[in-house]
């Protein structure tokens, strides 16, 4: 069974920086798309930032030139930077990926990891 799990969550003060990692398990057969969204009290759950197995990545508006995305292919795993960060950054952060289990044919479904908290203090 596939599974995603973050890691990397924590208190950290408003300028500091972060490393968010998600790592996979289970019999992956090919990762298209990993990415992190988060969700604030009281707010939907939003986009931070995608990247595709082609390299090709997406920000948010209100992270682009703080956060960075990157991905070990190798490893299935993900990563998200967070420098500056800012008050409005604190939210549970979640993994996704889009992805072919072995054994599914070239069916892609979506998987979540539970989520870390990431709070910035002012």
């Known amino acids: 069974q596939v599974q995603l799990v973050e890691s990397g969550g924590g208190l950290v003060q408003v300028g500091g920086s972060l490393r968010l990692s998600c790592a996979t398990s289970g019999h992956i057969f090919n990762i298209n798309t990993m990415g992190w969204y988060r969700q604030a009290p009281g707010k939907q759950r939003e986009l931070v930032a995608t990247a595709t197995s082609g390299s090709s990545t997406n920000y948010a508006d209100s992270v682009k030139g703080r956060f960075t995305i990157s991905r070990d292919n190798a490893k299935n795993t993900a990563y998200l930077l967070m420098n500056s960060l800012k008050p409005d950054d604190t939210a549970v952060y979640y993994c996704?990926?889009?992805?072919?289990?072995w054994g599914r044919g070239r069916n892609e479904y979506d998987y979540w990891g539970p989520g870390t908290q990431v709070t910035v203090s002012s």
């Open positions: 996704y990926a889009r992805l072919t289990p």
